[in-house]
Nanobody, 114 residues
């Protein structure tokens, strides 16, 4: 079973940038689509970006043009480059397959605040 570990979160000012990483252990990472999800306080977890096994991407309207998802199948790693961050991007960010059938990791907190 693949295990996922997210990292790279932190506190950033509005307009700033962060890059998140998702490291997957186990086999099979390159055989399915992956996604980044986020859960803001008192809200449901939602998919915000996904990438197919061959690199095709889709984004939620709320992050389109500001976030870039990528993956390195040879390293079993996925990334989320976040720019022009807004306070409403504050959330715990998780990675998982898309649709999500893997176990959830602990997530990484992103806080956008001045």
């Amino acid at each position: 079973q693949v295990q996922l570990v997210e990292s790279g979160g932190g506190l950033v000012q509005p307009g700033g940038s962060l890059t998140l990483s998702c490291a997957a252990s186990g086999s099979g990472f390159g055989t399915y689509a992956m996604g980044w999800y986020r859960q803001a306080p008192e809200k449901h977890r939602a998919l915000i970006a996904e990438i197919t096994k061959s690199g095709g991407t889709n984004y939620a309207d709320s992050v389109k043009g500001r976030f870039t998802i990528s993956r390195d199948n040879a390293k079993n790693t996925m990334y989320l480059q976040m720019t022009s961050l807004k306070p409403e991007d504050t959330a715990v960010y998780y990675c998982n397959a898309s649709p999500s059938f893997l176990g959830w990791g602990q997530g990484t907190q992103v806080t956008v605040s001045s």
